[in-house]
């Protein structure tokens, strides 16, 4: 019996506990409408009114949510992506548990459908949700969030409260909010700014407490910082489920109007950015107090930029501070009238360029009020600095292309002349030489041509950095050394301190050129190679001329254009010597110098011309009916090229072609075993290959089983460079040689010439051993006394009885004869 006593009491403990943790329903009873909101955690909601008709026995018995939101009985087949189950529809609860958090439109499905019904009814299914945010107060300011930022007191705030997703989501309940504000000594209220800020209804899904009139005046309230939530006041026991708002947070300034600078001292050609600060929405006049400096030398405010309105003219100030402001502004230079953003700030941004002055600049903010307060902070505008340099090794042939690089710190463009020996005083133009001068432009001219003050102007990167490429074959300039000017402005050599400059040195040397041919005595069908170095990096190459009796060459009668290397060498193969007749040659090799070939080729009739640039008339003919004679021709051109009126350099060469020669050296006789070197001499070009075949001149018939020497030799070798004439030569190793008359033949397969010569080979003489020398007695001082040794009696040996055999035959053989 305690036993039940205690179950009862422990049952009934357990409930009253489950009854205070158990959330409190919203709207318990409550029916929702076809197309009405419910929200997750209500409880004992009742649906019946989103059956179809009332018939017996009909019950809600589940909510769906389909594709797309659509009308299930609307369409032939629907795909349902969440269904939750109705128990009991006049006791439903929205556990959100069952939805999971796929909130949306949901379909009411029963158990039975009557013919007549053509559409479902529906609710959504939402989470209670709250948003809130905080504004200036005012249609046109509430685009700017005051959310963590300062105001002044002297504004007015608002607000901004979102409900859940839809307007008219909370109608149904007649959801409501209270603001509670947390102060700067920490306590909570709902009463701020003048306002009661509880119970405020959730009529839309987006409005300001501004627009049901209530602005929130901050001039009472102390400084310091805000904080802010939305917390549910309605339906009773609504805010046990549904979670709170965000928090706001802003701090309340008793601001005083002040300026700051983001850079004390700036580069000219550089912009700073000064930061006004007052109270909020107000607009303020901003501009650069009197320098004492020419108009265009002050920093200027940029264009463009939001909420800053540049005037000069007609300025709206009041009284007073107009009269501050006519004291100390520049008419000349711009005014900004600057509205501050919702936290009472606005950035304000000033350029500078080569033309701002470089010195101290104190930029001004002033209220449009009787009372004139302002606050003022200085910039210093400091010059930048130019640099140049030059590609190489700042000596250069004239016609090379010179790369001039740099930096400026101090303008946007560099500015380029050149000053040297008889040029102008002023400077001269980096194009245009000797004949021309720059001029120092208007300091507010900008944009001019090379052409009409003779600088060259070069953009400045971003980085600050200028490159400009230095084509010296279209300068009109001696070889000489010269000085060029880098300058921030366009300031001639008289003028140049009145800005930034750098200079460089520069040596401007004259091209010329270099041959040599690979060989002075060149073999019929041999190739020859005329190489040289062509300083000066010509574009058109060199013209290499080939000029002897009755010839012109080496490409069909004209000279040959023959390409420069990075580093200044040409190579040029003439191998076209097969038919050429014996006898000298000359080679001209033309250099263009910085301004091409000043002599042309072109057809004259049956003739070919060689033509002076200047006049376009001809000079002498190379090919054809008026053609010269090969002498003559050579003569012609080294006049032409001598001439005053061409600059173009060269330089004279000449070979001799001769019939294919090849001799051998004297060998003489050698003996068997010998190894002796074979040499000779040859106009054939270093690198052909000579085929060299040793015979010997016997010739014996012999059995194949007698065996017979192995005699000869062959082989192939170059030609190399000699000292006056080239040289070939050939190792011969008699070891497996016979004696005999040897003939070698000396081939050449590139000049098909051919040449014999011989040699004998004797047997080699034997090398007589030699003997030791007889080695005579020493004489001694004094004689050295020995023992002389006792003989002692030994057995006789093996010689001693050969012996005695032997005496014993001849005295047989004695007496038989006898």
């Known amino acids: 019996m305690k036993s039940n006593m205690r179950l009862v009491l422990i049952s009934v403990v357990l409930l009253m506990a489950a009854m205070i943790v158990a959330p409190v329903a919203a709207a318990i009873g409550d029916n929702p409408q076809d197309g009405q909101t419910i929200f997750a955690n209500e409880r004992g909601l009742d649906l019946s009114d989103l059956r179809y008709v009332e018939t017996p026995g009909m019950q809600i018995t589940s909510l769906v949510k389909y594709t797309d939101d659509r009308d299930p009985y609307g369409e032939e087949t629907k795909s349902p992506i969440k269904t939750v189950t109705v128990g009991d529809d006049k006791k439903f609860n929205v556990l959100e548990s069952d939805f999971k958090g796929n909130y949306g439109l949901y379909y009411a499905k029963t158990n039975t459908r009557p013919a007549n019904v053509t559409a479902a009814h529906y609710v959504y299914v939402r989470e209670p949700v709250v948003t809130l945010g905080v504004t200036l107060a005012g249609e046109d300011d509430r685009a700017d969030s005051i959310d963590g930022k300062s105001i002044s007191k002297f504004s007015e705030i608002a607000f901004k409260l979102t409900g859940s997703d839809v307007a008219g989501a909370f109608d149904r309940i007649e959801a409501a909010v209270n603001i509670e504000i947390t102060t700067p000594?920490?306590?909570?209220?709902?009463?701020?700014?003048?306002?009661?800020?509880?119970?405020?209804?959730i009529s839309e899904s987006e409005f300001w407490t501004d627009e049901i009139g209530k602005d929130l005046d901050?001039?009472?309230?102390?400084?310091?910082?805000?904080?802010?939530?939305?917390?549910?006041?309605?339906?009773?026991?609504?805010?046990?489920?549904?979670?709170?708002?965000?928090?706001?947070?802003?701090?309340?300034?008793?601001?005083?109007?002040?300026?700051?600078?983001?850079?004390?001292?700036?580069?000219?050609?550089?912009?700073f950015v000064v930061t006004i600060t007052g109270d909020s929405k107000i607009p303020y006049w901003v501009y650069v107090k009197e320098a004492s400096v020419s108009s265009n030398a002050y920093p200027e405010i940029l264009k463009g930029q939001s909420n800053v309105e540049i005037v000069a003219d007609n300025m709206d100030l009041k009284d007073d501070a107009q009269d501050v402001v006519k004291k100390e502004y520049p008419v000349d230079t711009a005014i900004a009238l600057v509205t501050t953003r919702a936290d009472g700030t606005r950035p304000v941004e000033f350029t500078t360029d080569e033309f701002t002055d470089d010195s101290t600049f104190t930029i001004k903010v002033i209220e449009n009020e009787e009372k004139g307060k302002y606050d003022t902070v200085k910039v210093k505008v400091e010059k930048g600095a130019v640099t140049v340099t030059s590609s190489g090794t700042r000596s250069h042939y004239l016609g090379e292309e010179i790369t001039l690089t740099g930096t400026n710190t101090d303008s946007d463009y560099v500015y380029l002349f050149i000053k040297g020996s008889n040029l102008k005083n002023n400077g001269a133009s980096l194009i245009g030489g000797k004949n021309s001068e720059v001029k120092t432009a208007p300091d507010n001219e900008t944009g001019f041509s090379t052409e009409e003050y003779g600088f060259i102007v070069e953009d400045v990167e971003t980085d600050d950095t200028w490159e400009y490429k230095?084509?010296?074959?279209?300068?009109?300039?001696?070889?000489?050394?010269?000085?060029?000017?880098?300058?921030?402005?366009?300031?001639?050599?008289?003028?140049?301190t009145k800005?930034?400059?750098?200079?460089?040195?520069?040596?401007?040397?004259?091209?010329f050129v270099t041959a040599e041919t690979s060989s002075k005595t060149v073999a019929q069908g041999d190739s020859m190679y005329i190489r040289g170095t062509a300083e000066g990096s010509p574009d058109d190459g060199v013209r290499i001329w080939v000029l002897g009796r009755n010839y012109v060459g080496p490409d069909d009668g004209l000279p040959k254009t023959q390409s420069v290397e990075d580093?200044?060498?040409?190579?040029?193969?003439?191998?076209?010597?097969?038919?050429?007749?014996?006898?000298?040659?000359?080679v001209v090799v033309q250099h263009p110098m910085k301004n091409g070939f000043g002599l042309s080729i072109e057809e004259d009739g049956d003739s070919t011309a060689v033509m002076n640039d200047i006049d376009n008339k001809p000079i002498f003919y190379i090919n054809g009916p008026l053609s010269l004679q090969g002498s003559n021709a050579a003569g012609a051109l080294i006049t032409a090229l001598d001439s005053p009126n061409i600059d173009d350099t060269y330089v004279k060469l000449s070979f001799s072609i001769q019939e294919p020669l090849v001799t051998i050296d004297s060998i003489g006789e050698h003996a068997v075993g010998d190894t002796f070197t074979i040499t000779g001499r040859t106009n054939l070009a270093v690198g052909d290959d000579l085929t060299i075949d040793i015979t010997p001149s016997s010739f014996t018939?012999?059995?194949?089983?007698?065996?017979?020497?192995?005699?000869?030799?062959?082989?192939?070798?170059?030609?190399?460079?000699?000292?006056?004439e080239n040289t070939w030569s050939f190792e011969v190793i008699t070891t497996s040689f016979q004696p005999d008359d040897y003939n070698v033949k000396v081939e050449s397969i590139e000049a098909d010439t051919v040449i014999n010569a011989g040699f004998s080979l004797v047997k080699a003489t034997p090398t007589p051993v030699p003997t030791e020398p007889d080695v005579e007695p020493t004489e001694t001082t004094a004689p050295v006394e020995t023992e002389t040794a006792v003989p002692t009696e030994t057995t006789p040996g093996f010689g001693a009885i050969l012996a005695l055999i032997g005496l014993g035959a001849v005295a047989v053989l004695v007496l038989r004869k006898d």
């Open 701 to 724: 018939a012999t059995a194949k089983t007698q065996t017979t020497g192995i005699g000869g030799a062959s082989g192939t070798v170059p030609v190399v460079a000699g000292d006056d």
């Open 499 to 511: 800005a930034e400059y750098d200079t460089i040195s520069v040596t401007l040397k004259e091209a």
């Open 470 to 496: 230095w084509n010296t074959a279209d300068v009109n300039l001696d070889a000489a050394t010269y000085t060029i000017y880098a300058v921030s402005q366009p300031k001639n050599r008289d003028d140049v």
């Open 567 to 586: 580093d200044g060498s040409y190579e040029y193969e003439f191998d076209d010597t097969d038919d050429l007749s014996s006898g000298q040659y000359f």
């Open 185 to 201: 000594g920490g306590a909570k209220t709902t009463y701020f700014g003048n306002q009661n800020l509880k119970n405020i209804n």
């Open 218 to 271: 901050l001039t009472d309230v102390d400084s310091g910082k805000y904080m802010a939530q939305a917390k549910w006041s309605n339906p009773d026991g609504f805010d046990d489920y549904a979670d709170d708002s965000n928090s706001v947070s802003f701090t309340v300034t008793s601001k005083k109007i002040a300026i700051e600078s983001t850079s004390d001292n700036v580069v000219r050609g550089n912009s």
